[in-house]
Antibody, heavy 119, light 107 residues
Framework: QITLKESGPTLVKPTQTLTLTCTFS??????????VGWVRQPPGKALEWLAL???????RYSPSLTSRLTITKDTSKSQVVLTMTNVDPVDTGTYYC???????????WGQGTLVTVSS | DIQMTQSPSSVSASVGDRVTITCRAS??????LAWYQQKTGEAPKLLIY???SLQSGVPSRFSGSGSGTDFTLTITSLQPEDFATYYC?????????FGQGTKLEIK
């Protein structure tokens, strides 16, 4: 049974760096073809894919946010960490950790964590 | 980026009705399309992938069709638990992109 859970701050000040952790179980991020990513959703708005890290440490970022994002993994801890620099109020939203399978399919989602960017 | 446009933005229907939601891609994506269901306050849930393949555990009243640029999600015999927002997502090319969502409301 695959589960993912996000953790991190609920409130961040503008210009600060946001760090979110995804802790997962039910699969190994060292298995070929597997990935873990992040998708966010501003309040009342649509979903936006942010980043993905593959089993082989390759990664992909949203072109519009690539300069601000870093995704890393700790396979031994079954964790993936997303950092976003220089946050702005428009970055406010729910951030979801997702399990990726080949073909850009997100078949399992964490419960999400709401992050508010405000001074 | 490939733009995904859903219609309608919202639809009202009754329990037992048949509902169809449309998703259009700004360029051809073959059958690389997924549908997600999101209930209020919950995470999205994968319903359908590669346009018409039903994710394990999803009821058979959900079905998807289409290829190229035009796709549909059909729900037959609506159940109370189906009232939610539905999103399409193209998985053909990087970056993956989502539609703006279709809210299915109770009439």
């Amino acid at each position: 049974q695959i589960t993912l859970k996000e953790s991190g701050p609920t409130l961040v000040k503008p210009t600060q760096t946001l760090t979110l952790t995804c802790t997962f179980s039910g699969f190994s991020l060292s298995t070929g073809g597997v990935g873990v990513g992040w998708v966010r959703q501003p309040p009342g708005k649509a979903l936006e894919w942010l980043a993905l890290i593959y089993w082989d440490d390759d990664n992909r970022y949203s072109p519009s946010l690539t300069s601000r994002l870093t995704i890393t993994k700790d396979t031994s801890k079954s964790q993936v960490v997303l950092t976003m620099t220089n946050v702005d109020p428009v970055d406010t939203g729910t951030y979801y950790c997702v399990h990726y399978r080949l073909g850009w399919i997100f078949d399992y989602w964490g419960q999400g964590t709401l992050v508010t960017v405000s001074s | 980026d490939i733009q995904m446009t859903q219609s309608p933005s919202s639809v009202s229907a009754s329990v037992g009705d048949r509902v169809t939601i449309t998703c259009r891609a700004s360029q051809g994506i073959s059958t690389w399309l997924a549908w997600y269901q999101q209930k209020t306050g919950e995470a999205p849930k994968l319903l359908i992938y590669t346009a018409s393949s039903l994710q394990s555990g999803v009821p058979s009243r959900f079905s998807g069709s289409g290829s190229g640029t035009d796709f549909t999600l059909t729900i037959t015999s609506l159940q109370p638990e189906d009232f939610a927002t539905y999103y399409c997502q193209q998985s053909n090319s990087f970056p993956p992109t989502f539609g703006q969502g279709t809210k299915l409301e109770i009439k």
